[in-house]
């Protein structure tokens, strides 16, 4: 019994991961093609877009104008979090992000929970994203030539459709540009975070001068209940600051760039997301978030009287969506690559094209699954799914750097938490108090889905783990001398 509980909570030798990625070497299964910027656009653009262009409509209603604070407070948990990725990223620099920090500091079962919750995470979040999208293409095609696809064709089943087509395509659409190859996906990427960030900006100038201080009178009508709600749905929205983390193995000068990119991001997610659903509340009365489509396009033709500025504002949603999708499914399978390569999961995720050095048929399964989910699943229900596998992966990161520091304190760091340990402790106090504010149903379906992924672990990674093999090896060697 000793020796299987020694076994569960085995875990993976830093510099054998380090070793397996060449983030030293520079050698690598995949190519090391991504710099700063780019990897900086990776999280801005994995981040903005999911939050601030559609799920307003779910959290004002909740918060009503305090949904502020509720930005205020997630971004906070996510900043005190992403100064622990940036320490993780830069001691750490691999593809598997928190699953492989869990495995360096935790154990190989904790691992396999934390990639379940990265699984959910990534694949929902995907999911939602793309419905989001199909919202404003709706939007886009009403203002530009006066139709919209009917609902059949363009809502889940639960919302009076059949199947979300719009969503289904744009998930297809991402996979055929990340299936060509990372560099081209990144450069693609980087393009349309700075239109996004231009449209931003535009619905900034521009709501500015709908601003009416009425709406914002009755700042917090459900209390701080309904704020820490708010911020609970909003989370998922900060899920770009881990993705860049997946990208440890395709980053030039991984040590130095992950930190860096990490905090870039934070910084310029964090304001914009403030700024904008400042102007945002104060524009429109918080009782007409409620269910509403595209709101940012419907504040700004409220305001300004014209259907040109929402037009405009449409169609940067789309294209800033486009990102958060590519991104997003990208990191999924690198997650995926990295868990194959342990013998968690079966070796054809970890199958790289020799052409496009990218693994194909992992991003072929991922994109099914997501396909099925952005068709059939409504958004709301997908976002707070999503939050809950973010904040438990924030929770375990925050946990590995202070395991890291007591058992590799010598491991090089790129960078390092400043206020260790009060930073890391914070940020875990800080994701349980969001965590406890979920909806009931939430927590189960993730406890569920948790305990399917470590059913799976027990039946399969178990068995097939490499690090295994390796252990049951040396034992052999140890009773019998030199295996032939």
């Not at 691999?94 to 694949?123: D, R």
């Not at 914002?216 to 989370?235: D, E, K, Q, V």
Request: hydrophobic share 50%; charged share 10%; net charge negative.
């Amino acid at each position: 019994m000793a020796m299987t509980a020694k076994q569960l909570f085995r875990r993976k030798p830093v510099p054998e991961m380090s070793q397996e990625s060449g983030s030293d070497t520079g050698q690598s299964e995949l190519v090391r093609s991504i710099g700063l910027f780019q990897l900086s656009m990776f999280g801005i653009g994995a981040t903005i877009g999911t939050g601030i262009f559609f799920v307003l409509a779910q959290a004002v209603p909740v918060a009503g104008p305090a949904v502020i604070w509720s930005f205020v407070i997630a971004g906070a948990v996510a900043g005190l979090t992403a100064i622990c990725y940036a320490e993780l990223a830069s001691a750490v620099p691999v593809s598997g992000s928190s699953y492989s920090y869990a495995y360096a500091t935790l154990g190989e079962l904790p691992a396999m929970g934390v990639a379940a919750c990265l699984l959910l995470e990534y694949g929902v979040s995907a999911a939602a994203v793309a419905v989001g999208w199909s919202q404003y293409l709706n939007e886009l095609f009403d203002n530009l030539f006066g139709f919209t696809l009917p609902d059949s064709l363009s809502q889940a089943p639960e919302q009076g459709g059949v199947f979300n087509l719009p969503a289904v395509i744009l998930v297809m659409l991402c996979t055929l540009l990340l299936i060509r190859g990372a560099s081209e996906s990144a450069k693609t990427n980087a393009v349309m975070v700075c239109i996004k960030i231009g449209v931003l900006l535009l619905f900034v100038v521009l709501g500015l001068k709908g601003w009416n201080t009425d709406n914002l009178s009755n700042f917090a009508p459900f209390g701080l209940s309904g704020i820490t709600s708010a911020a609970g749905i909003i989370f998922f929205s900060y899920i770009g600051l881990d993705a860049v983390s997946t990208a440890g193995e395709e980053v030039k000068n991984p040590r130095r760039t992950m930190p860096l990119a990490i905090l870039i991001a934070l910084v310029t997610v964090t304001g914009l997301y403030i700024v904008v659903t400042l102007v945002a509340v104060a524009a429109q009365p918080s009782g007409d978030f409620e269910n509403q489509e595209a709101g940012l396009s419907a504040i700004l033709e409220d305001v300004t009287g014209s259907t040109w500025p929402a037009s405009v504002l449409a169609a940067g949603a789309v294209i800033s969506i486009f990102s958060v999708t590519l991104i997003v499914i990208y990191g999924q399978t690198r997650i995926l690559f990295a868990m194959a390569r342990d013998g968690m999961i079966p070796e054809l995720f970890h199958r790289v094209n020799p052409r496009t050095h990218t693994p194909v048929p992992n991003t072929v399964i991922v994109a099914v699954l997501i396909c099925l989910l952005a068709g059939l699943i409504p958004i709301n229900f997908l976002a707070e799914m999503t939050s809950i596998g973010t904040l438990v992966a924030f929770l375990v990161v925050s946990i590995g750097v202070m395991v890291l520091r007591r058992t590799h304190p010598d491991l090089p760091r790129g960078f390092k938490v400043p206020g260790y340990p009060v930073t890391p402790i914070l940020s875990v106090l800080g994701c349980l108090w969001i965590i406890k504010d979920l909806r009931a149903v939430t927590i189960w379906v993730f406890l569920i889905w948790v305990t399917v992924a470590l059913s799976w672990y027990f039946l399969y990674g178990f068995r097939h783990s490499h690090l295994g093999r390796h252990e049951h090896v040396g034992l052999l060697h140890d009773d019998y001398g030199p295996q032939p």
